[in-house]
């Protein structure tokens, strides 16, 4: 149990540091130069797997669903993410990502045809209106370069959300490690289209802080990571393993005021606590509306 909450710990931390790298290199080196770079790495570390160890065998029926969570749910949530990211602080796209529990919710409500409980609507609610505070300042200012990159990141929490519906099934039937590498280097080839003469220039120019932030995006953030994750989360409570999810945001605000000297306003901390707020009711349903919850 110890070694799964620090599991469990290290991923919330490492994924919530995240989004300033995801920032800055977008910045240096052009978002769509920064995505490349990365998932071209990333893919041919993970095809070794995938070939040793068999497991680019997908049976013909599951084609369909598999493209589906590569090129819909992967690519979209990676184009969302690394653009959005160049216009937003790491800061308010870390809150903004904080909403993807009751996105989840939501997708899952439309996929099963399922009502909305009491609690999802009233979290819903709550978290927009904490998100409508985070960028008030930058609405009233006509800062709509803020806001054009949160409603990038919340488009990638959508792609997201259907990437975690959609790849249940698959992760069941041949394990997640297999799904998440297919996924990837699925995702990896229409992100080769968003090339241009510049890409390798980009790759060849990068500088040493360059490549240290790039490790950890690919090394430690997606691959390590996710290893962390599925150790945790398949020992840990379901219920338990959800609470940790509140730690990303927090620590995307901190890690963009210490690394990128981001200031922290009482707009970002009350619309902060909402969303998270919001996420919270949304989860909590039966213990605060009762199991037998109705739209």
């Known amino acids: ?7 469990m710990l290290f991923t919330q931390v490492v994924w919530g540091i995240g989004p300033v790298f995801v920032r800055t290199l977008g910045l240096d080196l052009g ?14 570390a ?9 497991r680019w065998r997908i049976a013909r029926e599951d084609w369909p669903r598999l493209l589906f969570l590569g090129w819909v749910g992967m690519f979209g949530y990676n184009i969302g993410s690394v653009f959005g990211f160049n216009h937003a602080t790491a800061g ?13 919710a939501l997708m899952a409500a439309l996929v099963n045809r399922e009502a909305l409980t009491g609690s999802t609507i009233a979290g819903l609610l709550v ?9 008030w300042p930058d609405l009233q200012a006509g800062n709509t370069d803020m806001v054009k990159g949160a409603v990038m990141i919340f488009g990638a929490g959508i792609a997201w959300s259907a990437y975690v519906i959609a790849a249940r099934p698959l992760i069941q ?16 080839l229409p992100m080769l289209l968003l090339a241009s003469p510049k890409t390798p220039q980009a790759f060849l120019n990068m500088t040493a802080r360059n490549w240290l932030e790039m490790a950890y995006l690919g090394g430690v953030s997606t691959f390590l990571a996710s290893i962390t994750w599925n150790f945790a989360a398949g020992r840990l409570p379901s219920a338990l393993a959800g609470v940790f999810l509140y730690l990303v945001p927090v620590v995307a605000v901190i890690a963009d005021a210490v690394l990128l000297d981001e200031v922290i306003t009482v707009n970002i901390v009350t619309g902060g606590v909402m969303v998270l707020a919001g996420v919270a009711i949304a989860q909590a349903g039966p213990a605060l509306f009762g199991k037998k919850e109705t739209a």
């Open 92 to 104: 308010l796209g870390g809150l903004v990502i904080g909403t993807q529990p009751i996105l989840i």
């Open 127 to 135: 978290a927009f209106s904490g998100t409508v505070m985070l960028f």
């Open 173 to 188: 039937r041949y394990g997640a490690m297999a799904i998440t590498a297919w996924s990837i280097v699925l995702a990896t």
């Open 46 to 54: 993970y095809l070794p797997f995938l070939m040793m160890h068999g």
């Open 31 to 44: 978002p769509a130069n920064s995505l490349i770079i990365r998932y071209v790495m990333v893919s041919l």
């Open 1 to 7: 149990m110890t070694q799964a909450v620090l599991a």
